[in-house]
Structure formats: structure tokens, C-alpha cells
């Protein structure tokens, strides 16, 4: 649950800010190792990614014995452990992943996808959260393969367009386009909720938490980026994509953080529910590349100092927060 739901329900409870610069540290050396194993690499947020080995079984062999080798090597290397989902597509991936976990490794070969969905349940299908589950039992659906039985035609009726055709394609194993690939380069995260977040202070604080670790991973990168996008998913499975592109350049986590507040404002209202929330940095260009001092403010330029201290500091393991940080939890 949201930590803010936690605090109301245990005002007494001992809360440890996060660090999500050393967070983002972490998810970059994670990340480096599995780029080394194949160019179609995509990040979807600070610790989950996806790898398309098509083609790699000659270089670095089946799929089985490779993902054990690089979940060794990532506990060799930094100390953690991961989980790993095999499957045709990132969507049943992604379930495989969770399927054991911790350290788990789970492979679903190609046409066992609907016995995978069969076994997991409805409850575990990737997206579905309780409202849509709750909508699907109140018309008699409690299993994916009853689920089957229906029509597209009659699940968009009773469901909606959205999260009909979503609904359709999920419970027979297929792949409902839940992973967009960015166009050009780019640098995003998101994170899909199990119960729908209707509240602005919540939301507020993934964001705030997102535009610390974009700021952490265009660090790392040494891009900067010219446009900040909100990703937003509804109950109703609608979803809608908002861009900005000031005028000026984009230099700290505090700018990211402003835009993706006035984003959501602009197309969501207090009381919705959201289903996922995403950010991104898009456009991005190396951070090399001399800018005018004319372009920023003084203090826009002080803040991403200070970010690249802090960043610099806890990526050696010293556990920092900023005050800023501190007063929005």
C-alpha cells in the first residue's frame, strides 16, 4: 500500500525516508550488466527491465542457463539477488518474474502462455488491479478461462473499450501493448498500482520520487533532456500521454518534479483513480554540450550542483536527503 495509506493506518510507526539516489545508483549497475547480454534493452522502471534475445542463442546460448548466469553474476557483482521471468513476450515475462519470487526464475515456453495465465489466475494477471477484478466477478468471471468464453464485443460492453480489448488479450496469454517502446532515446519509469490512488498528495509523492530517480539516471548517463512526459492510467484502463517542453533547459530533479505537477493537473482531477502513473525524460542530448547562461537561472543551476553532489555522495554508499525531500513525506 501507499505509505501515506500505512501512516494513516499506524501514525505510530517508525517510517525510513528512501533514498532514491542510492536507489538509482543500484538499478544502474543492474542495469549496465544487462545491456552487456543484448541491444534490445528496455528499461521500464528503477528495478525492472526487459532483454529481446531474439537472435542471441548462438552467442551466449538457451535462455534457461543464461538468465542463472546473470542472476549470478549480479549477486556476485553487487550483492543482490533478482528475479527472472522467460516467455515470448514482455507480458508474460513480466508475470514469470513474479512467479517465484524472491530470486525466483520462472520460464514459460512459447504456446504454454494461456496454461500460464490458467494457473496464475485472474488475481495475478499483470494490470488487473481489485476494482477490475471486482467488476469481473460481479458479472460472474472469476477465472481467465471464463473469461475466454466471452467476446470481444461482449467484454467491451461490460467493461469498456479499454479495459475490454485489455481484458480479451490478457486472459489468452497475449500481449495487450503494455510496454510502449520510446521512439528516440529516452529515460522513464512508472509504476502500476494495486488499488486505484484517488489522491493528489499521494501521487505527488511517486512523483517526487520519479524526478529523483530520472535526475539519478540522466546523471549517470550525462544526458539532459528537453521535454518531461506524464504517463496516466484510469480504473477504466484509458490511458493518455502529456508532454512539455520548456523554454528553458531541464538541469534538476525540483524542475522535473514542478512540470510533472502541473502535467498531472492538467489532465487529472482530485478523486479519480489512477491505475499507473509513469515519467519520462525525452529528447535527450549529452549533458556535455555547453549551454548559455543566459537559458537557466542561478538557482536552477545551484540545484543541479547540488544533485550532483548528493548523487555523487550516496552512489558511494553515504545515505543522504535533501530537506525538500524530507518535508514532502
Not at 114 to 137: P, T
Not at 188 to 209: A, C, P
Not at 298 to 316: A, T
Request: hydrophobic share 35%; glycine share 8%.
Amino acid at each position: 500500500m501507499p505509505a501515506i495509506t500505512a501512516k494513516k493506518l499506524c501514525p505510530n510507526g517508525i517510517f525510513v525516508p528512501p533514498n532514491m539516489r542510492l536507489y538509482s545508483s543500484v538499478s544502474y549497475s543492474v542495469m549496465s550488466i544487462l545491456k552487456e547480454y543484448s541491444p534490445g534493452f528496455h528499461q521500464v522502471s528503477i528495478d525492472e527491465a526487459s532483454l529481446d534475445m531474439t537472435g542471441t542463442g548462438k552467442l551466449f546460448g538457451p535462455p534457461k542457463p543464461l538468465a542463472l548466469k546473470i542472476k549470478e553474476r549480479v549477486k556476485d557483482e553487487l550483492g543482490i539477488t533478482m528475479s527472472v521471468g522467460i516467455a515470448a513476450s514482455p507480458f508474460i515475462a513480466k508475470m514469470a518474474s513474479d512467479y517465484n519470487k524472491p530470486d525466483g526464475l520462472c520460464m514459460v515456453s512459447p504456446g504454454y502462455e494461456q496454461k500460464f495465465i490458467d494457473a496464475i489466475g485472474l488475481e495475478k494477471i499483470w494490470g488487473l488491479g481489485k476494482s477490475s477484478i471486482s467488476a469481473m466477478n460481479s458479472h460472474g468471471l472469476f477465472t481467465p478461462s471464463q473469461a475466454r468464453e466471452m467476446s470481444l464485443e461482449s467484454l467491451t460492453r461490460l467493461f469498456g473499450k479499454s479495459m475490454g480489448a485489455y481484458v480479451y488479450k490478457a486472459v489468452r496469454g497475449e500481449d495487450p501493448n503494455s510496454y510502449e517502446e520510446a521512439k528516440s532515446h529516452s529515460i522513464s519509469t512508472e509504476i502500476t498500482f494495486y488499488q486505484d490512488v484517488k489522491d493528489s498528495e499521494t501521487l505527488h509523492r511517486y512523483l517526487l520520487g520519479m524526478s529523483q530517480e530520472l535526475m539519478g539516471r540522466s546523471l549517470d548517463e550525462k544526458v539532459m533532456a528537453k521535454t518531461v512526459g506524464l504517463k496516466l492510467r484510469w480504473g477504466d484502463f484509458t490511458t493518455i500521454t502529456v508532454q512539455s517542453t520548456p523554454s528553458y533547459p531541464i538541469l534538476n530533479a525540483d524542475q522535473i518534479y514542478g512540470i510533472s505537477k502541473t502535467l498531472l493537473s492538467s489532465k487529472w482531477k482530485e478523486g479519480e483513480g489512477i491505475r499507473l502513473i509513469g515519467l519520462g525524460l525525452y529528447q535527450t542530448y549529452s549533458s556535455d554540450k555547453p549551454i548559455q547562461d543566459s537559458l537557466f537561472s542561478e538557482e536552477d543551476h545551484r540545484k543541479r550542483k547540488l544533485d550532483k553532489v548528493v548523487h555523487d555522495l550516496e552512489s558511494r554508499g553515504l545515505k543522504l536527503q535533501k530537506a525538500s525531500v524530507l518535508e514532502e513525506h
